[in-house]
């Protein structure tokens, strides 16, 4: 089992920055793709960041250029620096690690921080 534990977060106004921190704990060995994904409500989770244990990264289209994900290995941690946030960025911020089995992935999460930017 691998436990995701996220902190930062909060409130924002337009053009700021905030930064979000994930470590897991427990199980890490495996995995292979640590990611930030966002929420808002009646809308489907959606990929933000994705960082590959081999520090190969991809990101959104409304995010490039804004977010940088990054990772401490020697941790088991994920970072995302936001900056130049907007409102349309407000949403619950999850932390997630994969691990790949055969035929697809492990997936855990981390238990969401609030992301507010305000106009």
């Known amino acids: 089992q691998v436990y995701l534990v996220q902190s930062g977060g909060g409130l924002v106004q337009a053009g700021g920055s905030l930064r979000l921190s994930c470590a897991a704990h427990g199980a890490t060995y495996g995995i292979a793709t640590m990611a930030w994904y966002r929420q808002v409500p009646g809308k489907q989770r959606e990929l933000v960041a994705a960082q590959t244990s081999d520090g190969g990264t991809n990101y959104a289209d409304s995010v490039k250029g804004r977010f940088t994900i990054s990772g401490d290995n020697a941790k088991n941690s994920v970072y995302l620096e936001m900056n130049n946030l907007k409102p349309e960025d407000t949403a619950v911020y999850y932390c997630?690690?994969?691990?790949?089995?055969?035929?697809?992935?492990?997936?855990?999460w981390g238990q969401g921080t609030q992301v507010t930017v305000s106009s």
């Open positions: 997630n690690a994969a691990k790949s089995r055969p035929g697809g992935t492990l997936d855990y």
